[in-house]
C-alpha cells in the first residue's frame, strides 16, 4: 500500500530525472557512431633526448619532426608551427569530437593548447638539462569555438624567465581573422 508520502517522493524522483533509465537503455534518437584512434611514440624516450638539448632546439626539434611530439599533440592534431626564444606558435583544428555536450569545443582545448603554448615558451628559454612544470593557469573564455571556426593559433610569449619561476601569456585567435578566443597567463617552476 503507498502512502502520500511514496506519491509526494515519487513525484519528486521523477522531476529530478531519478526514474531515467541506466547502463544499457536505449537513447532517446538513433545517432551516427563515430571512433577516431590516434597512435603516438613513447614520450619517456622523447623526453630523455629533450633532456640532452637546450630548450629551443628541444622544441624545434618537435616542429620539424625529428623528435616525435608528445601524446597530447598527437590525440588533438595540435603542432608546433613556430617557435623562437620566449615564444612558441602551436595550431590546430576544432573538430565535432572536442565537442562537449552543448555542441560547441570544450573549453579544455583551449585551456590544452593555452598550457601547451606557454609552457614551451618558456621551455625556449631553458639551457639544457633543466626542466619545468606548469604551477598555475589562469584564462579568460571570449567566444566559443565549433566545427566552422576554422584553424585556431595559441600563441605563448614568457613574461618572465628566473632561476626558479618562469611566468608567460597567451592568446588563442582564429588564424583566418585573428578573431580572439581566449587569452591567459601561466606561472611555470623551473626545474633544476
Given at each position: 500500500m503507498?502512502?502520500p508520502?511514496?506519491a509526494?517522493?515519487?513525484?519528486?524522483?521523477?522531476?529530478?530525472?531519478?526514474?531515467r533509465?541506466?547502463?544499457?537503455?536505449?537513447?532517446?534518437?538513433?545517432?551516427?557512431m563515430?571512433?577516431?584512434?590516434?597512435s603516438?611514440?613513447?614520450?619517456?624516450?622523447?623526453?630523455?633526448?629533450?633532456?640532452?638539448?637546450a630548450?629551443?632546439?628541444y622544441?624545434?626539434?618537435?616542429?620539424?619532426?625529428?623528435?616525435p611530439?608528445?601524446?597530447?599533440a598527437?590525440?588533438?592534431?595540435m603542432q608546433?608551427?613556430e617557435?623562437?626564444?620566449?615564444?612558441?606558435?602551436?595550431?590546430?583544428e576544432?573538430?565535432?569530437?572536442?565537442y562537449n555536450?552543448?555542441?560547441?569545443?570544450?573549453?579544455?582545448?583551449a585551456?590544452?593548447?593555452?598550457?601547451?603554448?606557454?609552457?614551451?615558451?618558456?621551455?625556449?628559454?631553458?639551457?639544457?638539462?633543466?626542466?619545468?612544470?606548469?604551477?598555475?593557469?589562469?584564462?579568460?573564455?571570449?567566444?566559443?569555438?565549433?566545427?566552422?571556426?576554422?584553424?585556431?593559433?595559441a600563441?605563448g610569449?614568457?613574461?618572465?624567465?628566473?632561476?626558479?619561476?618562469?611566468?608567460?601569456?597567451?592568446?588563442?585567435?582564429?588564424?583566418?581573422?585573428?578573431?580572439l578566443?581566449?587569452?591567459?597567463?601561466a606561472?611555470?617552476?623551473?626545474l633544476?
Amino acid at each position: 500500500m503507498s502512502t502520500p508520502m511514496d506519491a509526494r517522493n515519487a513525484a519528486q524522483a521523477q522531476a529530478a530525472g531519478a526514474d531515467r533509465a541506466g547502463p544499457g537503455a536505449q537513447p532517446r534518437f538513433a545517432a551516427a557512431m563515430r571512433t577516431r584512434t590516434f597512435s603516438w611514440q613513447d614520450p619517456a624516450a622523447t623526453a630523455a633526448e629533450g633532456l640532452k638539448l637546450a630548450g629551443i632546439d628541444y622544441i624545434r626539434a618537435i616542429q620539424s619532426g625529428e623528435l616525435p611530439p608528445p601524446p597530447i599533440a598527437k590525440l588533438l592534431d595540435m603542432q608546433i608551427v613556430e617557435a623562437d626564444e620566449g615564444r612558441a606558435v602551436f595550431a590546430l583544428e576544432p573538430a565535432e569530437w572536442m565537442y562537449n555536450p552543448i555542441g560547441m569545443v570544450h573549453g579544455g582545448i583551449a585551456a590544452t593548447i593555452l598550457d601547451s603554448c606557454m609552457g614551451c615558451a618558456v621551455h625556449t628559454t631553458l639551457p639544457a638539462g633543466v626542466g619545468y612544470t606548469t604551477t598555475d593557469v589562469q584564462l579568460r573564455y571570449i567566444r566559443a569555438m565549433g566545427g566552422a571556426t576554422g584553424r585556431v593559433l595559441a600563441e605563448g610569449r614568457v613574461v618572465h624567465a628566473g632561476r626558479r619561476t618562469a611566468t608567460a601569456e597567451g592568446r588563442v585567435f582564429t588564424e583566418a581573422e585573428d578573431t580572439l578566443i581566449a587569452h591567459g597567463s601561466a606561472g611555470c617552476a623551473i626545474l633544476r
